[in-house]
């Protein structure tokens, strides 16, 4: 039986909340500011038609950027908008940050305003009833079932309260705690309160003034950990407090290394890249001459790259140049078992498909930015003290 504990450390002046299983760091998150999902009423800057993007002052000092192609017409506050229109100098616009930025790279915001519940993410400009990719296929049909005719008269009680756009409705992996007996009540219950909390916030843009924070998320990074243990199957995980043992210092630094070292001698590299990553699988000093090493180090291998996958927060392409095989029902269990990983991923991880030249293909979705640019922020910081 597989232990964890979650073990609250310090790297570099930093609070660090690590998740251990079987004495292996599996879960390492930063305790820092982010203003991922908070939802502002922005106005628009400047319109840029080779980019199909307008640039967005969101806070009173920030811009981000704001595709054109996706704007969901209950955002545009200060006019009359519908899906014929297009957006306009000085709109004033209520918007999410997708994604922070990065370097040169300005924020991403969207109109495609998501509110997460405990059960629940009921998204603005979506139609629809959906659940997560990493319930079983049976349960993500029961669930969408006992749920459709639910969130069709809801949405029918708050259609006045979204200004003419619609909304889509996902199920969230922890519906499947609900008990059976009480699943309808809990579940309406969880989907009627996201969009109350998106109705608010279309109400409150028309009222209030530009550059307002309409919505700040509550994120409790220690509750994330507890979750990650849970879908890794430990229920009783203690939190403690960092005595030095397991070298968390240490093993931070360690992912900052591209070569990894597998228990059989093989090696992985990894090159985080600007538009994607790189991953390379090498035999090394695996033993040759045994039938299956091809596909034994391919396996672990591909554990291991997840693994840094996850810990990295790794996003966008993945490219993975996994030791080439002989037969296809190799590569069919090296798929397989690479699809399961990915439903594992607390992140949206998608497999996409292997190239003619042998190149495994995955996309994560962006949820934060990645360890390194975590750790650069970090030595600025005590660069500047």
Avoid at 26 to 52: A, C, Q, W
Avoid at 169 to 188: C, G, M, P, Q, Y
Avoid at 190 to 205: H, Q, R, V
Wanted: hydrophobic share 35%; charged share 30%.
């Amino acid at each position: 039986m597989s232990e964890g504990q979650i073990i609250l450390a310090n790297y570099k002046g930093n609070n660090v909340i690590t998740g251990f299983i079987n004495n292996k760091m599996e879960y390492l998150s930063f305790e820092r500011e982010s203003h991922l999902n908070e939802i502002y009423l922005g106005k628009v800057d400047h319109i840029v038609k080779n980019l199909n993007a307008a640039f967005v002052k969101y806070d009173g000092e920030n811009i981000g950027y704001l595709p054109l192609d996706k704007i969901s017409c209950s955002c545009v506050t200060n006019r009359s908008f519908d899906s014929s229109d297009c957006l306009k100098n000085g709109d004033e616009v209520i918007v999410q940050i997708d994604s922070e930025a990065i370097k040169t790279k300005k924020t991403k915001l969207s109109t495609t305003i998501s509110i997460s519940g405990k059960y629940s993410v009921i998204t603005l400009g979506r139609n629809g009833v959906g659940a997560s990719v990493k319930l079983s296929d049976d349960v993500r049909r029961e669930f969408i079932d006992k749920t459709k005719s639910i969130f069709v008269d809801l949405k029918k009680d708050y259609q006045s309260s979204l200004y003419g756009s619609d909304i889509g409705l996902i199920i969230r992996t922890n519906a499947s705690e609900i008990e059976v007996s009480s699943f309808k009540d809990t579940i309406s219950s969880d989907i009627k309160s996201c969009i109350e909390k998106l109705a608010a916030i279309l109400s409150e843009g028309r009222s209030r003034t530009i550059y307002t924070c309409l919505y700040k998320p509550v994120v409790n990074t220690l509750d994330k950990a507890r979750n990650f243990m849970k879908n890794a199957g430990i229920t009783d995980c203690p939190v403690i407090e960092d005595n030095g043992i397991h070298g968390i210092k240490s093993k931070i630094d360690e992912l900052r290394q591209n070569r990894i070292w597998l228990k059989s001698g093989a090696f992985i590299i990894i090159e985080q890249l600007e538009s994607f990553n790189a991953i390379d699988v090498n035999t090394g000093k695996a033993i040759k001459g045994k039938n299956s090493i091809s596909l034994d180090v391919n396996l672990e291998a591909a554990d291991e790259i997840m693994r840094q996958v996850r810990l990295r927060n790794l996003t966008g392409m993945i490219l993975i140049d996994f030791i080439n095989m002989k037969q296809d029902e190799d590569y069919d269990k090296l798929i397989s078992h690479m699809k399961k990983l990915c439903r594992q991923d607390q992140v949206h991880t998608n497999y996409v498909d292997i190239t003619g030249l042998g190149i495994m293909e995955l996309t994560r979705n962006k949820n934060d930015k990645s360890l390194k640019e975590i750790l650069h922020e970090v030595e600025n910081v005590v660069d500047n003290r």
